[in-house]
Structure formats: structure tokens, C-alpha cells
């Protein structure tokens, strides 16, 4: 059974600095990748979407990498902004299910 | 842009309502789906739908049931509403290829069953 984890669960950082927020998934058999951003009492934002042959992803400040033979991904986000505070959820999906397994996030702060 | 409503942000209920909540999307999308989500279990899945009147279970349907007889909407019935029932209720869509595509999400409803 999949099973997706991501750590820290939160992480408070200073404005401006490059983080790393990863995820990892015990099933290397998947077949895509989502980040989203949650804003609290919100709904989910898409921000990145990698698929299974694709080794990463950028948007903006935004990178994700996927290694898929370790069961792990990064979110990069660079030069943070107090915008950024939000929680991040990694999700995977497997090839023949339509099924996303979520992780259940980091929550990020950035100080002012 | 896509667009993802639902029809509630808070409801209050009682024990035994029958409750419905509603989800509507603008992009003509053929999948649809309803999670909820609970303080250190993340996003389950409910119920999904791939075309109208078309659906099936996903990780914990039990108590909960759907309705999709138009393609832009997709209800979420609690046929007795519990107070394990009490959550944050995600609806999402996305296009037809189902395991590759971006799920948008909805503002969400946060219920609260008394």
C-alpha cells in the first residue's frame, strides 16, 4: 500500500532564505507527481505537476525534482517570501488508478 | 482560469440530518472528485466520477454517497450525518485523462455535526 510522508511536518525559516521541503513514497511505481500550497481554511493549489519520466519541474521560485527509484521528492523554493507561509502536500498517483495519495504536509513559515 | 465551487464554506448539522453538499466546476471537466480531510490523516478519498452518473468508491465511502447527473456537478450526501462525520470536505476536477492531469480543488466546506 502507498504511503506518502513528508518531513519536517512544519518549518519556520527567515525571509529570503532557499529551502528544501521533501517527500517521500514507498511505492516507486507511480506515475505522477503534484505539489500543492494550502492557505489555511482553503482549498488546494496545484503548483507543480511531474510526471514519471520527467526528473523535475519549475515554476517561478519553484522547482521540484523527482527521483522515482528512491521514492523521493523535493520542492525547492528559492529567496522565500512571508507569502510563501502555507502548507505544502505532495501527492502521488500510480499508473491504472485514478487514485492521488496525499502526504500530509509541511506547514512553512516565513518571518518578516 | 478554472473554477471550483462549493456551494458552503461552514455548516453546522445535527446528528441523523441527512446533509448535501454541493460542488460545481466551469471547465467542463469529466473527472470529479470529494476528499475530506482530518488533522494528521491528510486528504482521503470519498467518491469519485469519471462521466456522469458514473462513480466509485474510493478509500471511505461508507456513510456517504453521490450524485452526478450533470457533468459540471457533483453532490456529496451524508445520508445520517455523525459526529465523526465532522470534517474539512474537498471537492476537485480534472480533465479526462484521470491518472496524469492537475486536480483543481474547491474553497472547501468546513461541517461541523453536533
Known amino acids: 500500500k502507498q504511503e506518502v510522508t513528508q518531513i519536517p511536518a512544519a518549518l519556520s525559516v527567515p525571509e529570503g532564505e532557499n529551502l528544501v521541503l521533501n517527500c517521500s513514497f514507498t511505492?516507486?511505481?507511480?506515475?505522477?507527481l503534484q505539489w500543492f500550497r494550502q492557505d489555511p481554511g482553503k482549498g488546494l493549489t496545484s503548483l507543480l505537476l511531474?510526471?514519471?519520466?520527467?526528473r523535475e519541474q519549475t515554476s517561478g521560485r519553484l522547482n521540484a525534482s523527482l527521483d522515482k527509484s528512491s521514492g523521493r521528492s523535493t520542492l525547492y523554493i528559492a529567496a522565500s517570501q512571508p507569502g510563501d507561509s502555507a502548507t505544502y502536500l505532495c501527492a502521488v498517483s500510480a499508473s491504472g488508478t485514478y487514485k492521488y495519495i496525499f502526504g500530509t504536509g509541511t506547514r512553512l513559515k516565513v518571518l518578516a | 482560469d478554472v473554477k471550483v465551487t462549493q456551494s458552503s464554506r461552514y455548516l453546522v448539522k445535527r446528528t441523523g440530518e441527512k446533509v448535501f453538499l454541493e460542488c460545481v466546476q466551469d471547465m467542463d471537466h469529466e473527472n470529479m472528485f470529494w476528499y475530506r480531510q482530518d488533522p494528521g490523516l491528510g486528504l482521503r478519498l470519498i467518491y469519485f466520477?469519471?462521466?456522469?452518473?458514473?462513480?466509485e468508491k474510493g478509500d471511505i465511502p461508507e456513510g456517504y454517497s453521490v450524485s452526478r447527473e450533470k457533468k459540471e456537478r457533483f453532490s456529496l450526501i451524508l445520508e445520517s450525518a455523525s459526529t465523526n462525520q465532522t470534517s474539512m470536505y474537498l471537492c476537485?476536477?480534472?480533465?479526462?485523462?484521470?491518472?496524469?492531469?492537475?486536480?483543481?480543488f474547491g474553497p472547501g466546506t468546513r461541517l461541523l455535526v453536533l
Open positions: 511505492d516507486s511505481a507511480i506515475y505522477n
Open positions: 476537485a476536477s480534472s480533465w479526462g485523462r484521470w491518472d496524469s492531469e492537475t486536480q483543481y
Open positions: 511531474i510526471q514519471s519520466s520527467q
Open positions: 466520477s469519471y462521466d456522469v452518473k458514473m462513480k
